[in-house]
């Protein structure tokens, strides 16, 4: 989460409202913190593959076939994502030529943050997708505390249908920001720190989770 909160905030640190020229001035003035702010997004994404990887390899016990679709949607997450650090970078490319054409800069920027923006929402999509099956998962094996694995449940889902609203109506749902995130934030920084707080509780009696043989 701090990989893509902390890149977030220093990059909307440069906008200048309504003032393409002067965000772009803003931004080529300390290409550097930009350019850092985007190599911590591509460690982000590097993190959504490995943290994919540790919760199957945790409950494959518990359903190898569920678990496993999980870990491709996350990966497909973080394959969406990256998409979108790439548009960045190419977006610092079109900073650089806003000297010359600003008016064609503008519009081409207008382009991919559309991009941008698109690709986020699908990577949620998949975001939702797979935490919903993880945290389902988790509450059906009892290895986290069942009120913060249905939280995790029921915060997956709202974020898939905020995604899917936004697919649909771009407008109205961009306004709410960063907000049809906090669920998601809260169950996933909760479910984290009590995993590597507490860890899973694994002593939980194994006959009452319902094992599947690999496919």
Not at 50 to 69: H, I
Not at 197 to 214: D, F, L, Q
């Amino acid at each position: 989460m701090a990989a893509f909160v902390t890149p977030v905030a220093i990059i909307s640190g440069f906008a200048a409202p309504g003032d393409f020229a002067q965000t772009a001035e803003n931004v080529l003035a300390s290409e550097t913190l930009y350019r850092a702010a985007l190599a911590l997004w591509v460690f982000g994404v590097a993190g959504i593959i490995l943290l994919g990887g540790s919760l199957y390899a945790l409950l494959r016990q518990v359903s190898a076939d569920l678990a496993l679709v999980a870990l491709l949607l996350r990966v497909a997450e973080a394959a969406f994502l990256g998409v979108g650090v790439i548009i960045r970078f190419a977006v610092l490319k079109n900073y650089a030529g806003a000297a010359t054409d600003p008016s064609a800069a503008e519009s081409l920027h207008q382009l991919m943050s559309s991009a941008i923006g698109a690709s986020s929402y699908v990577s949620f999509v998949c975001l939702s997708a797979g935490s919903t099956i993880f945290f389902f998962l988790l509450l059906r094996s009892r290895y986290l505390p069942r009120a913060l694995a249905g939280f995790g449940v029921l915060a997956s889902v709202l974020l898939s249908a905020a995604s899917f609203a936004y697919l649909l109506f771009p407008q109205q749902v961009a306004s709410l920001g960063m907000v049809v995130l906090a669920p998601m934030f809260i169950a996933e920084v909760g479910a984290g720190c009590w995993l590597l707080i507490a860890g899973a509780n694994i002593k939980y009696p194994s006959s009452k989770v319902v094992h599947e043989p690999p496919s």
